[in-house]
């Protein structure tokens, strides 16, 4: 298992990542905009939305991952949360596909009295993902790769 940080942006997310390239140096792990997506999730988007990033993981050493994605409209209300400079963090916990049960586990032990903005399920990016507020306001996100990106 590895914790990382994952930052939330209103459409600065690919700027702010050359600027941390810049400062830590090495080459983004994954860049994928939001147009890249299948037609089925991005058809609804506007241009402006397509444009923005989705994921992007920049490695910092060994051990960590600074990762993000720009918010949108859409996306915003479906998980019905709203951007707000303060909520854009989370803590990332990133699992293989040898440790689903783990994923589950931490997943529900950690967003009991919480609140679910995307259930653990399984996603276009060949992962098992899940989002959640905790009981302590503390933002997480649980991924286990199950295929390789």
Same mark, same amino acid.
């Given at each position: 298992m590895q914790l990382n940080h994952y930052l939330n942006f209103d459409g600065q997310a690919e700027a702010? !990542?050359? !600027?941390?390239?810049?400062?830590?140096?090495?080459?983004?792990?994954?860049? &994928?905009?939001? =147009?890249? &997506?299948?037609a089925e999730h991005s058809s609804t988007l506007s241009e402006a939305d397509k444009q923005k990033v989705l994921?992007?993981?920049l490695p910092i050493n060994e051990f960590t991952i600074? &990762?993000?994605?720009?918010?949108?409209?859409?996306?915003?209300?479906?998980?019905?949360?709203? !951007?707000?400079?303060?909520?854009n963090h989370y803590i990332s916990i990133?699992?293989?596909a040898s440790e689903q049960d783990e994923a589950k586990r931490l997943f529900d032990a950690l967003s009991v009295n919480g609140k679910i903005e995307m259930p653990l399920?399984?996603?276009?990016? =060949?992962?098992?993902?899940?989002?959640?507020?905790?009981?302590? =306001?503390?933002?997480? &996100?649980?991924?286990?790769?199950l295929e390789a990106m």
């Open positions: 702010a !990542f050359n !600027f941390y390239k810049s400062v830590f140096g090495g080459e983004f792990a994954n860049f &994928m905009r939001y =147009g890249d &997506m299948p994921h992007i993981a600074l &990762m993000a994605s720009d918010t949108t409209e859409q996306f915003c209300t479906q998980t019905n949360t709203v !951007f707000t400079v303060g909520n990133n699992l293989d399920d399984k996603t276009f990016w =060949g992962a098992l993902y899940g989002a959640f507020t905790d009981q302590f =306001g503390i933002k997480w &996100m649980v991924n286990c790769q």
